[in-house]
């Protein structure tokens, strides 16, 4: 029942209250949203059910602008699940720092180190590059290409040992005086057993500062396995993302941090050498948000949920259905609102209707104490008050039968009004969907 009523007034506000419906539709849209965006169906669900929750906390529900904080708190857990703080690139005190990038074939691996290396001289680091896939005889001439480009060394043995390959790299950058090593790997087309114990030799072999994966943005719902058999084998340190300049709408980089509790460093974002960035939650975060426009699909959930239950409250207000609780409900909102004054001047056509007489708001504490002490039945009912009734209600409140009287009559002036007033706004509702 004050449901009904409040869905009412915040309607007439144009803002207010929401219910935990409202709450469900911007869910439903939250949900498919992310879906789309290839996000794993089990980081959506528990996704949902933690935004879900804090949606429905009283102060959300019954703020001024409950859209906007709907769509905040989603910001804040998309936020919180990409990482909340920013992962740095741990270089350690060791020299050379040795880092190590994993992750499975046309991953994007010998294009990140290359912007790595390239990154780290730019911040005046003087890197190596190691050419430690042997598999494919071109990889490390890929490597080597991408070297010369960016003017920085590459170390390559072809026909030895990957470990091996890396041990002497990192020797060559002592030799050298570099200060770090990036070790390009093999990866394979899908995750293998061979894959992962030479991630582990080499692991083993040089104790890596960092260790990170290269992930195609693109992969899609297999992302989840793919990162999960990594960490478990290899157990790495961090994530790029790479291709994030494709179609790639995020969902990679949701379930990655979810599944596997690693960071995401670095996006990838291009086949340029500068087109690796650091990794910012609160940014992707947005971008996800702005994608599909969630955030206007979240607002017309809610807008379209709440008219709904207007048009379904003013329907049944216009029949006539008014009560005396209902009465005391809508006196308590008149005051938290600020007055009946300001009340009725805010409905349409209220300005009229209040014309300059102004009302008694200490009347208001009045009338609660009479229809308390009705029955179940006076109150749902009113027509039933007859002479008696009236009488034993003044005797309950300990007021006069008069000021009994005073409010059945504004009663039902306020029932007319409404009944006034909701066709007034179901006619413009008509004129609205009219167009
Ligand atoms: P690897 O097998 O893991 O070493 O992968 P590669 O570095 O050879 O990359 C595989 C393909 O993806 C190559 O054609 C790259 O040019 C391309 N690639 C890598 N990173 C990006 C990126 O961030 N954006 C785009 N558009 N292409 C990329
Ligand atoms: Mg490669």
């Known amino acids: ?114 912007k790595l290396a390239y990154r780290l001289k730019q911040q005046n ?43 002497e790299g990192v020797q060559e950058a002592i030799d050298s005086l570099r200060d770090v090593v990036i070790i390009d790997t093999a990866g394979r087309l899908h995750v293998d057993e061979a894959m992962m114990e030479e991630a582990r030799a080499i692991k083993e072999a040089l104790q890596p500062e960092e260790i990170l994966m290269v992930v195609d943005a693109m992969t899609g719902q297999d992302v989840v396995n793919v990162v999960s058999a990594f960490a478990e084998a290899v157990d790495f340190d961090g994530v790029i993302m790479s291709k994030m300049d494709g179609d790639a709408r995020g969902g990679g980089a949701l379930s990655v941090r979810e599944v596997t509790g690693k960071p995401i460093k670095f ?11 650091e990794f910012h939650p609160d940014r992707m975060a947005k971008r996800i948000l702005g994608m599909g426009d969630m955030v206007s699909l979240i607002e017309n959930a809610v807008r379209l949920q709440q008219e709904q239950e207007e048009a379904e409250e003013a329907e049944a207000m216009a029949a006539g259905n008014l009560t005396l609780d209902d009465f005391i409900t809508m006196n308590r909102q008149i005051r938290k609102m600020g007055g009946i004054s300001k009340f009725i001047s805010a409905l349409p056509g209220g300005d009229k209707a209040l014309g300059s007489g102004q009302v008694d708001e200490g009347a208001l504490d009045a009338m609660e104490v009479i229809i308390n002490s009705m029955t179940k039945e006076e109150r749902a009912r009113p027509e039933v008050l007859n002479g008696s009734r009236r009488s034993r209600i003044a005797r309950g409140a300990g007021v006069s039968v008069t000021e009994v009287n005073q409010l059945i009559k504004k009663f039902n002036e306020t029932k007319k009004m409404v009944k006034k007033m909701t066709a007034g706004m179901e006619q413009q509702m008509g004129r609205k969907g009219k167009k």
């Not at 060394?153 to 091996?164: C, L, N, Q, S």
Request: hydrophobic share 45%; aromatic share 2%.
């Open 1 to 114: 029942l004050s449901n009904r009523l409040q869905g009412i007034f915040s309607g007439l506000r144009s803002k207010g209250r929401l219910t935990e419906e409202d709450i469900n539709a911007a869910m439903r849209e939250i949900r498919m949203a992310l879906l789309e965006a290839d996000v794993n169906f089990k980081v959506v669900k528990a996704f949902v059910a933690r935004t879900k929750e804090r949606c429905l906390e009283a102060d959300v529900l019954d703020s001024l602008t409950p859209a906007q904080n709907v769509i905040k708190i989603v910001l804040d857990e998309l936020t919180e699940l990409l990482g909340r703080s920013d992962a740095k690139l741990e270089l350690g005190n060791r020299i050379p720092a040795v880092i190590m990038l994993v992750g499975l074939q046309g991953s994007g691996k010998t294009t990140a180190a290359a």
């Open 125 to 167: 680091h003087s890197p190596l590059l190691v050419a430690a896939d042997v598999y494919r005889p071109a990889a490390a001439d890929q490597l080597q290409t991408l070297g010369g480009e960016i003017g920085v060394k590459v170390y390559r043995h072809d026909g030895a040992d990957p470990v091996d390959i890396a041990r």
């Open 267 to 277: 996006i990838s974002s291009g086949e340029k050498p500068d087109s690796l960035e």
